[in-house]
Structure formats: structure tokens, C-alpha cells
């Protein structure tokens, strides 16, 4: 169950001695060198021998020094860094068995016996090749000496494990692949660009995206930014999609808005296979409507610059997943391919991917494009279902259900609150319901107030709360909160905030005994940066937080490279939860986080003073320590910034930053976006249903402990669970969950930064069966 650093124990001895191991990168997304420096630095840690391909499978054909052993250090100051740093190259020899020998040889003489590849289904099959004539390839290379009997005998089988790196998350069995998240980033920042140059000359763009033969980036673009139209290849419009393109827009500037915008994949065809090109688009809404319209195709700007957060602890995470998977591969283990499913990581036989990933191409060629949308799989049908029900097109005529349902934001701002709102307004209207918006979370509950269509125009890339939100609970107000229930008819209450929205919401199931206007379905959509709402592994806001820290990490990083021996102590947001500081530490690199979950002593300090101490003596001479606003009441920032400053005399000098309200601040980030839009759409169907089933003789009465849920991301699934069954796993005391997944990665923090501990592999990921597992998770949609 436990990994140690050192190679004396027993059961990892002779498995890590006898294996070495080479990496391959052979594609470039941003998150790369976060997978490289967790695969290095985790394989030295169990005692294995790393070694880097240079340029991918050429550099594996050519041999030399293309491939060199890696250490601790070479992987220093890269975590930031797009691309790769060991380089990637296309190979035609590689291609051919002649090339294929030639490789197999490099590997034989360096006792290398396991491969790690990270890149796109082309360079995954190509290694599941490799290894299938593993060994007729050393039969050859025995006969014609290029290896002796022996060395072919100690290097018998070959182990590979693959990483998905490729920002077009085009490969099928896994949610988000290496680099997906950082492309939309660049994405939405051209996109939140040209937006203002479009509102200030009423003008139509079209936005053309990557993404090959898949709509992935476009479609999460359209629902990110409000887009007007998508045009992906898995759905193409329908015959008569010039005359409805046309339609919307007109409605759309009718609505008064001010621009158009649309999202066009590169690959985006029409029923018939025929290409539908940005210029068509453009030709066709100058020539039929005269608006002024620009198209700017991005290009190879998505693949470039920083990696997201997102993707760096997702890099990291693959990376020692893939490290696990090769220590454990036996000659019968089949290739497998490291995957990411909601926030679990998961094993899957490689060729059933590639397979799956193939098929989908087959299906849009066969005119089968219902099919192609559900072999994508989870992620892509929601997205898919969210963008074409309703947030672009509000209907001719709407139903009218009778109902009303009031929407508010409780607690502190966190961006992806408004899309969230917009998200709810819309698909209620969708639903015929009369959508009422709360300002000034419970408080203004005493006031109701119409929201319409248009009104949340605009809303989804905006930080912040629109709507006004305070940390209020309701109790006090129960008597005016019954009172404007009752005035205004409010059949549903959507509260989406953070801790305070859960305990709001659950002093309004307590005043449903004494006061009966309160019995209407409630539903919580968890939005805080602190991500300390229980029942959901992430919170609205929380991504966008992290991303800030993490820049700003990078930043500090960058002045103490250059300045040298220097150590910042950099405090995070988040009350008495540690996710921020330890999420931010692992995107950064930082040496320690300190949280209020993990209580350290003095002891441990010290330790860390130590530890900085020796690595003043290596050639990288900066360190980062992250601490969560409350992790101690005694060791606070300014303690732990003394201690250090002592300690350190005459080897390295401290920095303190204390980074405050900003991390609330900014634009959302495309996952916030995103998360919120789905979130809304969720809320909005629940409730709509539950008012439906607690609805008698034209009265609503919901009383039962399912009638006030909080919607929730649980490890794979969106799901509802009661409010009450919720107190159960809560902290109320330091306004935590008492269980919080993230904590398992604590261990992968640390020993990233050299400390020696102990990693805990008791829930490692088992190998899956992608059919399998894409029939369990639909039946959860």
C-alpha cells in the first residue's frame, strides 16, 4: 500500500532496479513539462533510472545522446512552460520496421524495458506496435548482432503506458486530455478581446477554432463566451441552416445586443460532408443581412503560452499515475492509456481508446453523427445538449408553465456566478417559467424583481455577482422572506453561493415548521473560491482562484530565479479549508503548503528549513511556500516569515506576499464558465420536476428532506443530495466537509518537492473497459 523512497523495500526492490525507463513526447501541447517533471520525479523517487527521448520517436530511432538520463534537477523551472522541453518531432522511420529496430536496439543497451509516451492517438497506436513485435524485433537483433542473447534475455517485454497530450481532447475515454484546458484559455482571451470591438461597432465575428475532425474546442467556446452559432463537425446544421443562422441573428440584434458572434471548428461540415468554411459564413451573412462582418481564424496561438492550473496538476497527476502503472505492468499487462474521469484518474486499454476514437471518425463519414456525438462521450453530450437547448435561441413561442422561480447569489463573489445566473434564467424561461432575480442575497429576498431573456445577456464572462450577494442568513428575515414568497407567487428558490448558501439554506428547511410559505423545492449550486461547500468536489469560482494564485506564483517564482537564494512565503484565500493553497502548490511547484486539515508543529518547520537550507545548495536556488489564511491561529504568516528569515541568515533571505481579495476578482475562466452554464441547466430541470411533484390542486407544498437539495460534482457524476443528509459530513465549527478529496494529493506535493515520505497507493486507479465504463457513466447523465 505504501511507496517508499528508497529501493530497500522488499516488494519494489527488484522491479525498480531492473527497470529503467525512457519518456517520450511526441505532441506540444501546454502541460507537458508538468507530466515530464512528474514522471521523472516520481521514478527517481521509487529508485528507477529516467531517461528522456529527445525529439519522440526520431530521437528514439537516432539514439545517441538524444536519449539521456534525466535527474532531479533538469526538470527544475518548467511547470510554466508551454510546449515540451525534451522537444517532438513527426518520424517516418519509426514508421517502418527498419526504423522500429533500430529504436528497439537504443532501448536494449540502456536496459530501458518501459516506455511513457504522451500524444495523440497516432503516436499511442505506433507505441502499442512497438510493443507487439517487442519480440520479433529482439529475435532479429539477436541474428544480426546488434544484441547479444543476453541483453535480448533482460529485456524480454517492453511495459508502455500512455499520456493523452493533444489540445484538441479529440482522443475517446477520457474527459479532458493535456492541453484542452490551456487552448481554451487562449481561446477566450481572444474571444473576451474581440468581443469589445465588436460591441463598440455593432459587428459580427466569426471565430474560426482548431480542433480537426473534432468540435470539442468550439463547442465549450460557444457555451463559454454567449456565442450565437457553433458549427462543429460531429452535428451539422440542417439543410436549411442559412436561412435559421440568419434568423438568429436578426433576433438576437432585435433583442438589442450589439454583436454577433460565432464559433466555426476547423472542421465543421454540413450534412453531406461538405467543408463549411469561415468565409462561407461570412459571404452569407454580409450578402443576406449587411451586417459588418470580420473573421479571425486563431491558428497555432491555441497551442502556445502558459498552461493552465488545470492542466499542470492534471499533467502531474497522469504522470505519477503513469509511473504507478509501469512499476506494476507484468509481460501480460496490456498497454494501457492514463485518463482523467470527473476528478478520478483511471486506467483504460490503450487500443480500446484508439478503437473508440477511430469509430468516430467512421460514424461522420457514414452520415452516422448521432453516434459520433455519443462515442465523444459524457463530457461532449452535455456540452453538445447544454449549447443546443437553450442558451442561445429563446423560442418563438415560449410555454407557459405558471410557475415562478427566483434565483440568488449568498455569500462572497466568486467569478462563474453569473454565468450560472444566466444559465438558470434562460433554461427557466425555456421551461415557460416566470424567472424573478433576488438581489443582495436574503436580504433582498424581501423584493422580487421580472428578469427576461436579455436581461443576463452578456452575463457569462463576467466576474464577480451581477446580482449582488452578502453573507446574510436568513433567519431573522423569515418573516418578510414568507411574506415576499407569498406576494410574488415563488414556486422555486436557486441559491447559488458558497458555505452560507448551505447554512441559509438549511435554517430555511428549519423555518418550514413554523412558517409554511417556505415549503417550495430549494436547490444550492455550490459557488465559492474557498471550495469548502460539502457535497461537491468543486465550487463555481474555485478554478479561476486557483489560476490566479498560480500566475501570480509564477511571477514571484521568475524575481527569485533571478535574484537567487531567496525564499516567498506567500499567503492564499479559502477560511480553514487548504484546497487552494495545496492545488496552487502543486500547480507552481512550491516546496511546502501549509493547510489547517494537515496540522504541522514546529518540528515541521523546521524540517522545511532544512529542506530549503540544502536545496540552496543545488542549482536551484529559490523557494515557494504557500500558507492558507487559517491553517494555525499561532503560526501565522508573519511568524512563519520571521522563523524563516532567521533560520535562513546568510543562505537565503524571505519575501512575504499576502494575496487578499484578488483571487475573487477577474474574468472566470473557461471552466468556471462552463461548470456554472451546466450547473444552472441542471438546477433548473431538478427543480422544475420537483415542482411538478409537489404540486397539489394548483398549491406547492414540499416538506421532505429531498425537497431541498444541493447539486454537487461527486467524484465522476453531477448528482442532487438532501440538504439534511448533508450536516452530517459538515465541519460547522471551521466551515468545512469532513472529508475532502483532494487531500490525497498531498502526499504527490511533496514528494514533487524532494521531501522524503511515504505515498499512499491504497486507491490507486484500476484498469477499465472503456464500453464499459461509457455505459455507467450515461446512465448518470
Not at 517532438?88 to 527498419?98: G, H, I, M, P
Not at 490503450?350 to 453516434?371: N, P
Not at 445577456?457 to 466576474?463: K, Q, R
Not at 443528509?725 to 468545512?736: G, M, V
Request: charged letters at 20%; aromatic letters at 8%; hydrophobic letters at 40%.
Amino acid at each position: 500500500q505504501k511507496i517508499h523512497q528508497h529501493p530497500s523495500t522488499p516488494r519494489f526492490y527488484g522491479l525498480i532496479s531492473a527497470f529503467p525507463y525512457s519518456f517520450l513526447c511526441l505532441s506540444l501541447p501546454p502541460g507537458m513539462n508538468a507530466a515530464v517533471r512528474a514522471v521523472v520525479r516520481v521514478g527517481i523517487y521509487t529508485g528507477a533510472k529516467v531517461y528522456f527521448v529527445h525529439e519522440g520517436y526520431q530521437g528514439l530511432v537516432d539514439g545517441g545522446d538524444n536519449i539521456k538520463e534525466a535527474t532531479w534537477e533538469s526538470v527544475s523551472m518548467m511547470l510554466q512552460l508551454g510546449g515540451t522541453v525534451i522537444g517532438s518531432a513527426r518520424c517516418q522511420d519509426f514508421r517502418t520496421r527498419e526504423g522500429r529496430l533500430k529504436a528497439a536496439r537504443n532501448l536494449v543497451k540502456r536496459g530501458i524495458t518501459n516506455l511513457c509516451v504522451i500524444g495523440g492517438d497516432g503516436s499511442l497506436t505506433g507505441a502499442d506496435t512497438f510493443r507487439a513485435e517487442w519480440s520479433g524485433l529482439l529475435a532479429d537483433l539477436v541474428k544480426t548482432g546488434g544484441i547479444t542473447a543476453d541483453e535480448a534475455k533482460k529485456s524480454s517485454f517492453l511495459n508502455i503506458v500512455g499520456m493523452v497530450g493533444s489540445i484538441d481532447n479529440d482522443f475517446c475515454g477520457t474527459d479532458m486530455t493535456i492541453g484542452t484546458d490551456s487552448a481554451l484559455h487562449r481561446i477566450m482571451e481572444i474571444v473576451d478581446a474581440i468581443t469589445t470591438t465588436a460591441q463598440s461597432h455593432q459587428r459580427t465575428f466569426v471565430l474560426e477554432v482548431m480542433g480537426r475532425h473534432c468540435g470539442y474546442l468550439a463547442l465549450v467556446t460557444s457555451l463559454a463566451c454567449g456565442a450565437d452559432w457553433v458549427f462543429i463537425p460531429e452535428s451539422p446544421p440542417e439543410d436549411d441552416w442559412e436561412d435559421h443562422l440568419c434568423r438568429r441573428l436578426t433576433e438576437t440584434r432585435g433583442r438589442g445586443s450589439r454583436l454577433n458572434i460565432i464559433i466555426v471548428a476547423e472542421g465543421a461540415i454540413d450534412k453531406h460532408g461538405k467543408a463549411i468554411t469561415s468565409e462561407d459564413i461570412k459571404s452569407l451573412v454580409v450578402k443576406r443581412l449587411g451586417y459588418d462582418t470580420r473573421v479571425t481564424i486563431l491558428g497555432h496561438v491555441q497551442r502556445g503560452g502558459t498552461p493552465s492550473a488545470f492542466d499542470r496538476i492534471l499533467g502531474s497527476r497522469m504522470g505519477v499515475e503513469a509511473v504507478m502503472a509501469l512499476l506494476e505492468g507484468t509481460p501480460d499487462s496490456p498497454a494501457c492509456v492514463v485518463s482523467l474521469s470527473g476528478n478520478q484518474a483511471v486506467r483504460l486499454p490503450l487500443m480500446e481508446c484508439v478503437q473508440v476514437t477511430k469509430d468516430v471518425t467512421t460514424a461522420m463519414k457514414e452520415g452516422r453523427f448521432d453516434d459520433a456525438v455519443k462515442l465523444r462521450g459524457r463530457d461532449f453530450q452535455c456540452w453538445a445538449r447544454a449549447f443546443y437547448c437553450p442558451h442561445v435561441c429563446l423560442p418563438p413561442q415560449p410555454l407557459q408553465s405558471g410557475y415562478n422561480l427566483a434565483v440568488l447569489n449568498v455569500g462572497a463573489p466568486a467569478a462563474g456566478m453569473n454565468a450560472a445566473v444566466r444559465s438558470t434564467v434562460r433554461i427557466g424561461i425555456i421551461h415557460g417559467h416566470r424567472m424573478l432575480a433576488v438581489h443582495d442575497g436574503f436580504e433582498g429576498l424581501a423584493e422580487g424583481k421580472e428578469i427576461g431573456w436579455a436581461g443576463v445577456g452578456g452575463w457569462t464572462g463576467l466576474g464577480g455577482s451581477k446580482l449582488g450577494t452578502k453573507r446574510t442568513l436568513p433567519k431573522k428575515y423569515f418573516e418578510q422572506i414568507s411574506a415576499t414568497i407569498n406576494d410574488f407567487s415563488i414556486h422555486g428558490l436557486i441559491i447559488i453561493g458558497g458555505f452560507e448558501a448551505f447554512t441559509g439554506s438549511l435554517e430555511m428547511i428549519d423555518g418550514r415548521a413554523k412558517f409554511e410559505e417556505l415549503c417550495i423545492p430549494i436547490c444550492v449550486i455550490p459557488a465559492t473560491v474557498s471550495n469548502n461547500v460539502p457535497g461537491s468536489d468543486f465550487s463555481i469560482g474555485a478554478d479561476t482562484a486557483l489560476n490566479t494564485i498560480t500566475m501570480t506564483c509564477d511571477r514571484i517564482k521568475q524575481s527569485a530565479a533571478g535574484t537567487k537564494r531567496r525564499v516567498f512565503i506567500i499567503e492564499t484565500m479559502g477560511g480553514y479549508c487548504g484546497y487552494l493553497a495545496t492545488m496552487a502548490g502543486l500547480a507552481a511547484g512550491a516546496d511546502a503548503a501549509y493547510i489547517y486539515e494537515d496540522p504541522f508543529t514546529i518540528r515541521d518547520l523546521q524540517i522545511n528549513v532544512e529542506h530549503l537550507t540544502e536545496k540552496m545548495k543545488t542549482t536551484v536556488k529559490r523557494g515557494l511556500v504557500l500558507r492558507n489564511e487559517k491553517c494555525n491561529d499561532n503560526y501565522t504568516t508573519d511568524f512563519i516569515f520571521n522563523l524563516y528569515s532567521e533560520e535562513g541568515k546568510g543562505i537565503f533571505d524571505c519575501r512575504k506576499n499576502v494575496l487578499g481579495h484578488m483571487q475573487q476578482g477577474g474574468t472566470p475562466t473557461p471552466f468556471d464558465r462552463n461548470f456554472g452554464t451546466k450547473m444552472g441547466t441542471k438546477a433548473v430541470a431538478w427543480i422544475s420536476g420537483k415542482i411538478k411533484e409537489c404540486s397539489r390542486h394548483g398549491r406547492i407544498f414540499a416538506n421532505t428532506a429531498d425537497s431541498a437539495c444541493l447539486l454537487g460534482m461527486r467524484r465522476r457524476s453531477l448528482v442532487f443530495q438532501p440538504l439534511a443528509e448533508l450536516k452530517e459530513q459538515t465541519d460547522f465549527d471551521h466551515r468545512l466537509p469532513k472529508e475532502q478529496w483532494w487531500l490525497k494529493l498531498r502526499p504527490i506535493l511533496k514528494i514533487l518537492a524532494k521531501y522524503k515520505i511515504d505515498l499512499d497507493t491504497s486507491e490507486k486507479a484500476h484498469l477499465e473497459h472503456i464500453m464499459r465504463k461509457r455505459v455507467s457513466m450515461e446512465s448518470n447523465i
